[in-house]
């Protein structure tokens, strides 16, 4: 089946052109990040206006790449949240108008499961069951995924999402936005035993990072003498690993307490070099598997999307269009709304 993915939930407008599911025709992916730069974050009624600009030019090209038309198309899957309202409801509107036109049928798919479906475009693919591991701008969360539909959340954030930390982190230390990207590349030159920070909730599979976040600023703010542009790298590494550790440390934890020696990880924040390295070498002492899809697969797009849609689609499901988006969407309980 080849199916037209749509994501538009946050700050990126994509669109991406899937066959069977696994095999990635094209993947075409327009950043708002200039556009919200000077906010240093995103402004949701500037992301709206910006998807209704570049939805129908970013669908012309993931057809163009794919080198198919829309006469191809199957089927179309369209993320429905959780995500900002104004923002999914253009994807949203273009998928029901494409479907309606063409006579196809259209699904709404869970962001957060899209993250994690991400890995069945890489070319090692998990079993189920696995351990997911979604790490993103609004996620940080911990599940037992036991088949497409069927996830129980082990752990969550308490406060702040790991990409939230590196952002905010980014944003005391001036380094500009978004944080993530920034710090992952600066902390390559840095110490990360540097600076001790505090490694939260040990013991649980939940976490929280804003004690993390507070211990930050109160070094910046305490320094004496004033932190020196060149110990930014050790800074940004120290804070950094603090992060990546409780990751690791936590979804292994969760691999063992449920005899699953599989983890996939996934969402921006799984492009992040230090936590592939450290996932794959951490992850091997024990014997486990980890798999992670490719960095462009880990921050938004919509080949992810149309993973999730092929699968609902090959079950025979089909959503009607009257199907609104929604802000919040638990993944597990998919099965609720
Ligand atoms: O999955 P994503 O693209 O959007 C959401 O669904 O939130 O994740 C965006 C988050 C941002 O907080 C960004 O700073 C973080 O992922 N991120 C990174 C890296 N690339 C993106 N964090 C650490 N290292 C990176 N290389
Ligand atoms: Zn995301």
Redesign the pocket.
């Known amino acids: 089946m080849v199916v037209l993915g749509i994501e538009s939930?946050?700050d990126?407008t994509a669109a991406a052109v899937v066959s069977d599911g696994t095999v990635l025709l094209s993947n075409v992916i327009a950043s708002q990040i200039d556009v919200h730069r000077k906010y240093g974050g995103v402004v949701p009624e500037i992301a709206s206006r910006k998807h209704i600009e570049a939805i129908l030019p970013v669908i012309a090209e993931a057809l163009d790449d794919a080198k198919v038309s829309l006469a191809d198309i199957e089927g179309i899957a369209v993320t429905r949240g959780p995500g900002l309202i104004g923002s999914l409801l253009i994807g949203l509107s273009v998928a029901k108008s494409i479907a309606f036109a063409r006579k196809i049928p259209f699904v709404g798919v869970n962001?957060i499961e899209g993250?994690i479906s991400a890995i069945f475009l890489a070319e090692r693919k998990p079993e189920f069951p696995f351990i997911a591991l979604v790490v993103?701008?609004?996620?940080t969360n911990i599940y037992l995924a036991k088949g497409f539909d069927n996830f129980v959340l082990m752990g969550q954030t308490r406060d702040d999402a790991a990409?939230?930390a590196?952002?905010k982190a980014a944003k005391m230390l001036d380094l500009g936005y978004?944080?993530?990207?920034v710090?992952?590349r600066m902390a390559q030159a840095g110490n990360p035993g540097y600076v001790k920070f505090p490694k939260a909730m040990r013991g649980s599979l939940d976490f929280s990072f804003s004690g993390l976040k507070t211990a930050l600023l109160y070094y910046i703010k305490k320094r004496e003498p004033p932190i020196r542009e060149d110990e930014v790298p050790h800074i940004v590494a120290s804070y950094q690993d603090a992060i990546v550790e409780v990751l690791v440390e936590k979804t292994l934890n969760a691999a063992k307490e449920s005899s699953v020696p599989r983890i996939v990880v996934s969402?921006?924040?799984a492009?992040?070099?230090r936590l592939r390295e450290k996932f794959y070498e951490e992850a091997g002492k024990e014997g486990m598997e980890v798999f992670l899809p490719p960095p462009v697969l880990?921050?938004?797009n919509a080949a992810m999307i149309a993973v999730v849609g092929d699968n609902l689609l090959r079950n025979g499901e089909r959503h009607s269009y009257d199907m609104n988006a929604v802000s919040r969407w638990p993944l597990e309980s998919l099965e609720n709304l």
């Open positions: 939930s946050c990126e962001h993250h993103s701008g609004g996620h990409g939230e590196f952002d978004p944080g993530g990207v710090i992952d969402g921006g924040v492009s992040n070099t880990c921050t938004d």
